[in-house]
């Protein structure tokens, strides 16, 4: 997969940093073969950056005429209208079949451009309502992580910027793939798009009276359980108001959400290194019946579960 990801003056280093260094390790670490990842710049000329670094050895526009994946990690922080040219390279590359990713100020461009016309995006919570004003036909919200239409993919700010590059090796590679990255750049290795901005805990720390914490390892070792939000609060020793504000406050979403996206990704897992049938796996990863295990996945992943399997699957015993 060809990616190229534009630069600009002023740009920090570590919003260019994410998409080089997560798409960049797909091949570093052997995960799959003809990954090439790009920088250019308007005029194929030297930037530099917000800390005074000059980048040199870019490339120009050619490379994003032929990318498979575009990305624009960040915009400048005046939130400057790009230029014509620039839109007619998101343009040129979303009529001919490749993604567009616009990455914190990034999702600027891409919006202005018009692919999400009619669409949602969402960008850092601080640029939000300005990118709500300058495009009306985009529903804007504020408080996801990053948003994923296939074809388009916006992000919220800085450290969300890996989370989108993360789910982009996922869906592209598979699960087992992109935690194996993940690990190696020592970051969580899956946070929902839909997962709040404004997290002020996203990972449980056991220390203290961490009663959501033990609920939230009991849950992991028993996903072939009800786990409702009773069951789980029951199981923290709370009441059901205060454990649901207390999750919230842990991981950025509801216990309910939070149940399912963890259902869902155990039965990819099993579906990639199993060949257990598609029934068992609804029942291990606690889904009622084998019908809302498609829907859940389907609504999640836009794929069956036999067809992420027939991609992803290393047909490997049970």
């Not at 930037?47 to 050895?57: H, I, Q």
């Not at 004003?133 to 994923?148: F, K």
């Not at 002020?200 to 939230?216: F, K, M, T």
């Not at 009773?230 to 108001?241: F, G, V």
Request: charged share 20%; glycine share 10%; with cysteine.
């Amino acid at each position: 997969m060809k990616i190229a990801v534009h630069v600009f003056d002023g740009i920090t280093m570590f919003h260019l940093a994410a998409p080089l260094l997560v798409f960049g390790e797909v091949t570093r670490l052997g995960l799959a073969n003809g990954w090439t990842v790009n920088t250019w710049s308007a005029h194929g000329l030297g930037v530099r950056t917000a800390e005074g670094l000059l980048l040199e050895d870019l490339c120009g526009p050619d490379v994003a005429a032929e990318a498979d994946l575009l990305v624009f990690p960040s915009w400048p922080v005046d939130l400057r209208d790009p230029v014509p040219e620039l839109l007619d390279v998101i343009h040129g590359a979303h009529r001919r079949g490749a993604a567009v990713a616009g990455l914190c100020l990034g999702a600027f461009p891409v919006v202005a451009s018009g692919v999400l016309d009619g669409r949602s995006a969402v960008t850092h919570w601080e640029g939000a309502e300005e990118l709500g004003r300058r495009a009306p036909g985009v529903e804007v919200r504020s408080a996801d992580l990053y948003i994923d239409h296939g074809d388009v993919l916006t992000s919220a700010g800085t450290a969300s910027s890996l989370d989108a590059c993360l789910h982009l090796v996922r869906r592209h590679l598979g699960s087992a793939e992109a935690a194996t990255l993940a690990r190696h750049i020592v970051v969580a290795p899956h946070r929902e798009g839909d997962q709040a901005q404004y997290i002020q805990q996203p990972i449980p720390q056991r220390s203290g009276d961490d009663r959501v914490g033990e609920a939230i390892e009991w849950a992991l070792s028993n996903l072939d359980q009800r786990l409702s939000v009773d069951d789980l609060a029951a199981r923290a020793c709370m009441s059901r108001r205060n454990f649901v504000r207390s999750f919230h406050k842990v991981t950025g979403t509801s216990p309910a959400r939070w149940v399912l996206s963890r259902r869902l990704d155990h039965a990819r897992v099993l579906l990639e290194k199993t060949s257990r049938p598609v029934g068992t796996i609804a029942q291990e990863c606690g889904f009622g019946s084998v019908v809302t295990f498609r829907q859940n996945f389907v609504r999640t992943f836009s794929t069956t579960p036999t067809s992420y399997r027939g991609r992803f699957g290393d047909s490997g015993p049970s």
